[in-house]
């Protein structure tokens, strides 16, 4: 199972706009040149973080992202689910009730024990994913980092 | 990010063989029968399942496969990890040091926060696996499943 490289991307730029100031916006030709990826690409992933709530795009000759609310309300899960979606990795094709060994309608009413063990393991990960936001990433990031990238934003 | 369908083939196979008794074997066309799934890729997975220690493949006229220790000894991790390896599924390609933004390898001694956040994840999805053994999975299924599944077994 692989999560899309963009995936990076998404977790580099939201961190890169809890950055720099409030109302501040970074263009997404910006981003790219930031962290030298793709600008198409990179700029489909910025929408989708835009259309899930996560970033503020605006339009016009200033226009941008910035981020939709305070580092502190903003989550690793709701950046990742942004770009690839909240399914679990393990999709059940209930293979009980095929074959030799199919079981009844009737004997399958009750999620299987397997399918229930694959999502409490991907509701673990969620979890994990929940429990950290853009501002306890700020914690962890050297003190100089939020200057250094707020002048080298100013400068390109 | 997704998991191979054949996990779930894996999951109920070893389910399948934890039902039987202790030194009997069951072939990859009887598994495949049983489930109704393609018998040569299945057996593909099987081999693998063999390969990584979880089932012992004997051959022969009545050879096949059986579970390599008791069922209580085989968590649904080993399983998973058989099909599709240990790898995370976030993929760090170090974006940090590439682009107008990049640090220098110096600053980047220490994982990156957004990267040891993710790999946290991975590792509560993996530690949730590996709490589950195919004794628990047996626990949770219904009492007449077993002697149902060694008596259609027996007739194929």
Redesign the interface.
Known sequence: ???P?S???A??CA??LAQVEPRRTVSAAQLA?????PAPYLAKQLKALAKAGVFTATSGPRGGYRLARPPSEIT?LQIVEAI?GAAS?????E??Q?????LSPE?CRHTC??A???A??????R???AD?TLA??LD???SWAPAR?RS?LTE?
């Open positions: 199972m692989k999560l490289a995936t990076e991307w977790l580099h961190t890169t040149d930031y962290y030298d990826l690793l690839d990795p393990f999709e059940c094709h293979i009980r095929q074959g030799r060994g199919a004997d024990a397997i229930a063990a694959m409490d393991a991907h509701e673990a990960w979890r994990s994913l950290v306890d990433i962890r990031i050297p990238t080298l390109s």
